[in-house]
């Protein structure tokens, strides 16, 4: 069982290559997942979005249609988890997985190890979010508003269009609003993991977040870099 729930999660497997998602179905299927596997683009999509599944592994060059197309067509329809796997493991590769959507990115080769705690890292926060009654309402300071039972955030009324990611991250720092967080702080918090030497993940959601707040017309500022110490929400700007 894996260490999320009682529950087998279910694990779509979006990979063209046959060896590999052989490996990737046993060894998921040894921690019991309930896992099925597609090996091309436009059918990949299709089972993706139908809600079917709790995390998708993505690769990106996939017949039919490229990864990240996929990813941004998916993120119209579905915020199911998707971990990107994939031979492009270069910086601007890993940005642009992450701006389409990926919640995670993991480069090829990678030990079987690390992608299970990463899967395991991503349901936890999902499970987490989705335990909270929808009850508790709102959230808000100044125009910014946070719906957490759909993980939907709004300024002025407008939807900043946040993945599940970026929103738990914006919720995190208006819970301890102007107060400097620390990325290890932030990376356990939202990430649910620890952070690398050389990991930028948490760097590009809260660019992501930053972008969006610009473009409903908050002021990019609201969340602040203080170097050396972390970042922090700046209510007054808000």
Same mark, same amino acid.
């Given at each position: 069982m894996n260490a999320i729930a009682q529950i087998p999660a279910r694990l779509l497997v979006i990979e063209d290559d046959a060896v590999l998602s052989g490996h990737l179905r046993d060894y998921f299927s040894e921690r019991h997942y309930l896992v099925s596997l597609c090996a091309e683009g436009p059918a990949g999509l299709e089972a993706a979005a139908s809600g079917d599944y709790d995390l998708v592994l993505l690769d990106i060059l996939l017949p039919g249609l490229n990864g990240l197309e996929l990813l941004n067509a998916l993120r119209q329809?579905?915020?199911?988890p998707v971990i990107v796997v994939s031979a492009l493991g270069d910086e601007q590769a890993r940005i642009q997985g992450l701006i389409n959507g990926a919640d995670d990115y993991l480069p090829k080769p990678f030990s079987m190890a690390e992608l299970a705690v990463r899967a395991d890292a991503v349901l936890r926060r999902v499970a987490l +979010?989705?335990?909270?009654? +929808? =009850? =508790?309402?709102? +959230?808000?300071? !100044?125009?910014?508003?946070l719906r957490e039972h759909d993980m939907v955030a709004f300024y002025r009324h407008t939807d900043l269009g946040l993945t599940n990611t970026e929103f738990r991250l914006l919720q995190v720092l208006l819970e301890h609003r102007d107060a400097v967080l620390s990325k290890p702080f932030l990376?356990?918090?939202?990430?649910? /993991?620890?952070?690398? /030497?050389? &990991? /930028?993940?948490? &760097?590009?959601h809260i660019s992501h977040v930053r972008r969006k707040? /610009?473009?409903? !017309?908050?002021p990019e500022s609201a969340v602040r870099t203080v170097w050396g110490q972390g970042y922090t929400l700046i209510t007054d700007a808000l």
């Open positions: 329809q579905s915020p199911v +979010e989705r335990i909270r009654p +929808e =009850e =508790e309402g709102l +959230e808000s300071v !100044g125009k910014l508003v990376y356990q918090a939202v990430l649910h /993991r620890g952070c690398g /030497r050389h &990991d /930028r993940s948490l &760097d590009l707040l /610009r473009d409903v !017309g908050a």
